[in-house]
């Protein structure tokens, strides 16, 4: 059953049947792919690929959540990612795929010359991050995983989460690459906290 969600512009659609797949090194001890393809919607952020992890993420992706420098295709920062797997184009190469950014980049007329033809450029609504991070005391704007995990349970959608890697220390892991420093852009302890007591409430399906 698909649903219409809300505070993304312009709307889309999704089907109840939802995986959302983060980029925790976890998904590597696990093959997850051939059960993950199964879903009818593929949730997956920014540039996380899937070609050679085929076995342990799937190659199916309907839906991609990614920041404004990933939707842009800047420039990755070297200092924290390895070049050979974060292409600054990979946006613009995905398709038939609907394209949600965490913030408004540019207006959606100007989207068309950052993704490919065949796709759909989409925003989060422009206050959406600071309020979930005022609402639940982040200090820090939310991860996209968090955001897009806290759009679908506001729309009663119960989803199944792979690789958020939810007991992972404060450290953030890729399971494409190695990363060399912390994230100091997001509280990734006390998003794992809020995603520990969801679990518990029975909110989402979480495979480890």
């Not at 639940?136 to 679908?152: E, R, S, V």
């Not at 892991?173 to 029975?202: C, Q």
Request: hydrophobic letters at 35%; glycine letters at 4%; proline letters at 6%.
């Amino acid at each position: 059953m698909e649903k219409e969600l809300g505070l993304i512009n312009p709307t889309i659609k999704i089907n109840e049947n939802v995986a959302i797949v983060g980029s925790s090194k976890n998904l590597l001890n696990s093959t997850y792919g051939e059960e993950i393809n199964q879903f009818d919607d593929v949730i997956r952020f920014n540039r996380a690929p899937v070609n050679g992890f085929e076995n342990f993420v799937g190659d199916k992706t309907t839906i991609r959540v990614t920041n404004v420098h990933v939707f842009k295709g800047s420039m990755p920062d070297l200092k924290r990612f390895e070049i050979k797997n974060q292409p600054p184009d990979f946006v613009k190469k995905q398709d038939n795929c609907k394209i949600v950014c965490i913030q408004p980049p540019c207006t959606l007329k100007e989207t068309k010359k950052y993704i490919h033809p065949t796709s759909t450029a989409h925003f989060m609504h422009p206050t959406l991050l600071s309020s979930i991070s005022h609402k639940f005391n982040l200090g820090k704007l939310p991860t996209a995983g968090f955001a897009m995990l806290y759009i679908l349970l506001k729309n009663n959608i119960k989803p199944t989460l792979y690789g958020f890697g939810i007991n992972e220390n404060k450290n953030p892991s890729h399971y494409w690459e190695n990363l060399t420093v912390r994230s100091i852009h997001h509280h990734l302890d006390k998003e794992r906290k809020l995603l520990v007591k969801w679990l518990e409430k029975d909110k989402f399906i979480l495979k480890k």
